[in-house]
DNA sequence: CCCATATATTTGCCATAGCAACTATTGCCA
DNA sequence: TGGCAATAGTTGCTATGGCAAATATATGGG
């Protein structure tokens, strides 16, 4: 419980992380030719595990809101690579499909997304995931809302 | 050496830990009538400690881009917190100097931020601390150019 | 069955962020 | 010293993200 202090600036460590892992993410997909950006990916791999979903839930598993799935979702549309079909069961909401391309696209992407996860977690162990998915937690806990 | 296996997801637990790190900024932040964002505080607390200085330097500090320090800095001198003065030595360079407001300011926002910091570190202690940050690093390290 | 409330999605507005191009200077070096 | 590469900053364009408001539809209670 200490480190609660005023020099505990872990927000700063977080940020600049995120920042470079974006980074590399964007660098390595142009330079493989895979023209999505990281975040287009996020929705895509969500969409590979868990495909025909309404917009919601994707925002849900993919942790955004609902405007910015929207317009990411109006990109990837625009793109070629998913589509919107209207919900059988709900008239206000719309499911989102992997098309042949987005299956393409996606399978383009994964290795590299292994290889930089792979590179990312270099000179780490199981260990280290364990403390740092406790730690990341923890902090998440403490800010959820209600608190 | 391990999990840096395909399911070594980590970037998707930083960003939804930044995520809502900034969000509880952001919320504090009006709660506690203090009108500025995450990312302008940044910049106001890096110019509490190190005041004067040029923006490309600023830039480095706060861990942002030119283009973004830049208008982050338009939007701080709009709001009075800040000022650019011409730096005596070059005359492509512009200092930036906190004003009176902005000290003020400055000074309303410490205590919100280190309540946040308090908070967000519930339950974790100093080894974790030590744990976190190089964990991080490492990651930043495996990511910086030429690797 | 009807209405009030809740939910799914979209749109507008603004802030942050990255990239590329542009201007104004500076600094170096032949 | 003249010229050219490097640097400081700005601006344009695009994407992401958050908030608020608007629309369309669903749902639950009386």
Redesign the pocket.
Known sequence: MQKNNPTNNFGAYL?RTI?II??NY??SFKKNGVDI????WVLLDSLNTKNGV????L?NDSF????????????LVKKGLIE?KP?P???????IYLTKKGRNIYAKALPVVEGLRRKGWEGLNDEDYDHLLRILDTILGNFKENK
């Open positions: 940020d920042k974006k980074h964007t660098r950006t990281t975040e287009q309404a917009q919601n839930e925002a955004k809101n609902a405007p910015t799935v929207s317009r990411i979702i109006d990109l919107r919900s069961t709900d008239r206000r909401s719309h499911l």
